[in-house]
Structures are given as structure tokens and as C-alpha cells.
């Protein structure tokens, strides 16, 4: 079992930065996919990014691409998010995410979220 802390939200202004991090429990971190989704009301939870085992590879929606970067430190059991140019279609509950030995594009499902933490932009 995997328990995922997510940290780092709150409320910015439209064009800041903010940097969320997600801890994992447990040990075998290096050996799941790390992704961060997010979630508007009345919208389905959508993808951000993710990242492989070892971190050398990353993956992001093209609404994020540019302005987000995910990276991991396996020695911590931690995942991050750094958020640049924030937009306030940005505002959503950003959930930290775990998939075991594949990425998301490989196969559907998700082994274990977070909680959630919100994210709000203003304008």
C-alpha cells in the first residue's frame, strides 16, 4: 500500500509560479510512473504530466507544455510540479498520482492518488 501527501497549493495571481509536491509512503517509489491530474468541478479529472522510474523521461498535455515541469527525487519519495505562468484556467484540485512500472499512455488505470490539493489563479 502507497500513500500519497500532497502539498504546495493555495491562490496566486495570474502569471506567478508555485511548486506542488506530492510524498510518497513506502518504499518501491523508484518503481512506479508519477503523475499529476487535476480536476474543475463538472469536468472529468484530466492529465498533466508524469514521469518515468528513474525520472529521465517526462510527459505533459499540450496545455501545460511550456509552462510546467514535473521531476521526481527517488531518494525523498517525492514528485513535484513546478507551475510557471499561471493561468486561471489552471485552477483545479491538482491530484498527485501513481502507476506502477508503465506511463498512463501505456494502459488505462491508476494504482493510487492523493488527496488533492487546490490550486487557484485569479485574474
Known amino acids: 500500500q502507497v500513500q500519497l501527501v500532497e502539498s504546495g497549493g493555495g491562490l496566486v495571481q495570474a502569471g506567478a509560479s508555485m511548486r506542488l509536491s506530492c510524498v510518497a509512503s513506502?518504499?518501491?517509489?523508484?518503481?512506479?510512473?508519477m503523475g499529476w491530474f487535476r480536476q474543475v468541478p463538472g469536468k472529468d479529472r484530466e492529465y498533466v504530466a508524469s514521469?518515468?522510474?528513474?525520472?529521465?523521461?517526462?510527459y505533459y498535455a499540450d496545455a501545460v507544455k511550456g509552462r510546467f515541469t514535473i521531476s521526481r527525487a527517488n531518494h525523498k519519495n517525492t514528485v513535484y510540479l513546478q507551475m510557471d505562468s499561471l493561468k486561471p484556467e489552471d485552477t483545479a484540485v491538482y491530484y498527485c498520482?501513481?502507476?506502477?512500472?508503465?506511463?498512463?499512455?501505456?494502459?488505462?488505470?491508476?494504482?493510487?492518488w492523493g488527496q488533492g490539493t487546490q490550486v487557484t489563479v485569479s485574474s
Open positions: 513506502g518504499d518501491k517509489f523508484n518503481t512506479f510512473f
Open positions: 498520482a501513481a502507476k506502477y512500472a508503465e506511463n498512463w499512455s501505456e494502459g488505462q488505470g491508476t494504482d493510487y
Open positions: 514521469i518515468s522510474l528513474g525520472g529521465g523521461i517526462t
